[in-house]
C-alpha cells in the first residue's frame, strides 16, 4: 500500500501549523521536547484541515473503526471517524475502562506504560485505522496495533498530526502504514 501525502489537498497546511504547533522544551522531563497541540485545537478551521488531512488517505479504504490512543489521540480521533463513517474505539490506560479489556504493555519515549480496549470493542475482520498526535519510537501505536490484531482486526494504517521521524518510529509500525501531516 502506498499512501498519498495526506496534505496534498491544502498546500499550505505544513506550514499553517508549523507556525501554530509550540515546542516545549524540557517537558515532561529534561531533553523531551514537547510537541503541544493545544493551540491547533483551539484554532477551529485549522482543526478542521488537520482531521480532513489526517483521513483523507483512509477515504475509500473501507475502515470501519478508528482506535483514538489515550489522551490526545482521542481529540483527534473521534472527529476522524466521524468523517469516515467509522466508529470511535478508546484505548485507554490501565485501570480506566469498566468493562473487559485486553492490554499490551509498552515502553515509551519518556517512560512505560500499558494500554487497553474493551475486548468486544473491535470485531473479527473489522478494518482499523490507529490515530495520535505524536509517533516518537512508535512503542504506544504498536501496543495499539497489538489490541487491534489481537481482537481479530486488520490494521489498515496509522494516522499521525506529527511523526518525529528521527526517533524511527515508521521503521518500527512499517512506513508503507504510516501518516502524518508534519515530520522532523
Ligand atoms: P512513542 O510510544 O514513543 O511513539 O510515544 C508516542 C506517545 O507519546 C504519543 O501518545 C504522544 O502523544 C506522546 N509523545 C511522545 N513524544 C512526544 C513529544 N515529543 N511531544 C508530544 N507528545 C509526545
Redesign the pocket.
Given at each position: 500500500m502506498n499512501l498519498p501525502a495526506p496534505s496534498a489537498s491544502d498546500p499550505t497546511l505544513v506550514a499553517d501549523l508549523n507556525a501554530r504547533l509550540r515546542d516545549v522544551p524540557d517537558f515532561p522531563k529534561p531533553g523531551?521536547?514537547?510537541?503541544d497541540i493545544t493551540p491547533v485545537l483551539a484554532d477551529p478551521r485549522l482543526f478542521g484541515r488537520v482531521i480532513h488531512a489526517m483521513a483523507e488517505p483512509f477515504r475509500g479504504r473501507h475502515i470501519t473503526k478508528v482506535v483514538g490512543?489515550e489522551a490526545?489521540?482521542f481529540l483527534l480521533g473521534a472527529p476522524i471517524a466521524l468523517t469516515l463513517d467509522a466508529g470511535f474505539v478508546p484505548a485507554r490506560k490501565p485501570g480506566k475502562l469498566p468493562h473487559r479489556s485486553v492490554v499490551e504493555r509498552?515502553s515509551?519515549?519518556y517512560g512505560a506504560d500499558g494500554l487497553e480496549m474493551h475486548e468486544d470493542a473491535i470485531l473479527q475482520g473489522e478494518r482499523v485505522l490507529v490515530v495520535?498526535?505524536?509517533?516518537?519510537?512508535?512503542?504506544?501505536?504498536d501496543a495499539t496495533a497489538k489490541l487491534v490484531r489481537r481482537l481479530g482486526g486488520e490494521l489498515v494504517g496509522f494516522s499521525f498530526l506529527i511523526s518525529?521521524d528521527f526517533l524511527e518510529?515508521p521503521k518500527r509500525l512499517g512506513p508503507d502504514k504510516v501518516t502524518a501531516l508534519l515530520s522532523f
Open positions: 523531551i521536547v514537547f510537541k490512543v490526545r489521540g509498552y515509551l519515549e495520535d498526535d505524536v509517533l516518537a519510537t512508535g512503542g504506544t501505536a518525529l518510529g
